[in-house]
């Protein structure tokens, strides 16, 4: 069975659901509508789940009935259940159906710059055009390292957070367009590399390395996340699958929301660790295991919470083992 025609079949109950369950005041006859529709779909859901499983489906019908078995039983939601819900099963799950993309876009990524330096490192013609020979040595001995500590750490953080900010919006605001994700990370992976080689020339690619590695884990991963949750949308259009190509595009984009929302935390955090870590006393070896320790506890929110929100257990008959499914954009 295919869920998508599967859903495009039963898209009309589904959308009267949803709009019954979050209609202010119900009538009697609009109240035994959406008891009826309730168990329909539920069954429904039960269909899907053990012979055509698809994560964006079941998430679908699974707030829904969640929403609207709210409704008929009168059960407030917690705004702290929302909450938690939110950052245990929403912001991870919006990351883990991209996994595989950004795992592509940081190798290409990762590739450029690891280009760009290798080509500027061993062609002195070509790494003239960087600037004066004094120039880069002003900026690998002072300037570089100076970059981290001439700002109060607070005033830094913040700082690095909404330039960071910035570039990942454009990469997701850009999605549509299929280039414009491509063009601002490469011109970042450029940039990297070429910061790179200057250091390299005059003996200090370790300090590089050094004050890089700490925040960059993270960082350039959110980064990569917002070019490969562009490149999605792009994706949406170019192959909609089963839906038409507004429905596949508001599908991703309601995705892509979420992963947007979640990067404003990830870079939260990757700009506390450059604006305090990096310029902090501590040894490198410490610095370079809490970047780590940053990005192992990112892709393990992802990756655990992700693959739960997920998983399907076709054994369930009802909507009540995915009750802890947060109510989504709709």
């Known amino acids: 069975m295919d869920s998508l025609a599967y859903a495009k079949a039963h898209n009309d109950e589904w959308v009267r659901l949803e709009k019954l369950a979050k209609q202010r005041r119900l009538s009697g006859i609009e109240s035994d509508e959406l008891i009826q529709l309730y168990q329909r779909v539920a069954g429904e859901l039960a269909v899907i789940r053990t012979k055509a499983p698809d ?30 819900r939110f950052f245990t099963v929403i912001l991870p799950f919006s990351f883990y159906r991209i996994r595989r993309w950004i795992w592509a876009v940081t190798a290409a990524s990762m590739a450029v710059g690891a280009v760009v330096l290798a080509l500027y490192s061993f062609s002195p013609n070509l790494i003239d055009t960087l600037g004066s020979y004094s120039t880069q040595q002003a900026y690998a001995k002072q300037a570089f390292e100076a970059y981290y500590t001439e700002n109060a750490h607070s ?3 913040m700082m690095v957070w909404s330039n960071n900010a910035w570039i990942a919006l454009q990469c997701v605001a850009g999605g549509f367009t299929g280039v414009y994700p491509i063009v601002v990370l490469a011109h970042n992976m450029v940039g990297l590399g070429q910061t790179g080689a200057i250091m390299a020339r005059f003996g200090d690619l370790g300090i590089f390395f050094q ?3 700490p925040h960059g884990l993270l960082e350039l991963t959110a980064i990569f996340a917002a070019g490969a949750a562009g490149l999605r949308i792009f994706w949406a259009l170019v192959h909609p699958e089963a839906f038409p ?10 995705h892509t929301v979420m992963v947007a929302l979640g990067l404003v935390f990830v870079l939260f955090i990757s700009g506390l660790i450059e604006g305090f870590i990096t310029p902090s006393a501590l040894p490198w070896w410490a610095k370079i295991a809490i970047g780590t320790v940053a990005l192992a506890g990112f892709w393990a929110w992802v990756m655990i919470l992700g693959k739960r ?16 499914h947060i109510e989504y954009a709709q």
């Open 155 to 157: 005033d830094f953080s």
């Open 245 to 254: 190509r507004v429905a596949s595009l508001g599908r991703e984009g309601r």
């Open 55 to 84: 994560p964006d489906v079941v998430l679908r019908m699974s707030v829904a009935l969640s929403r609207a078995r709210s409704r008929i039983t009168a059960e407030p939601i917690s705004p702290w259940v929302a909450v938690v």
């Open 211 to 213: 004050l890089i590695t």
């Open 309 to 324: 929100a997920a998983r399907l257990d076709g054994s369930e008959t009802d909507d009540s083992s995915v009750g802890w």
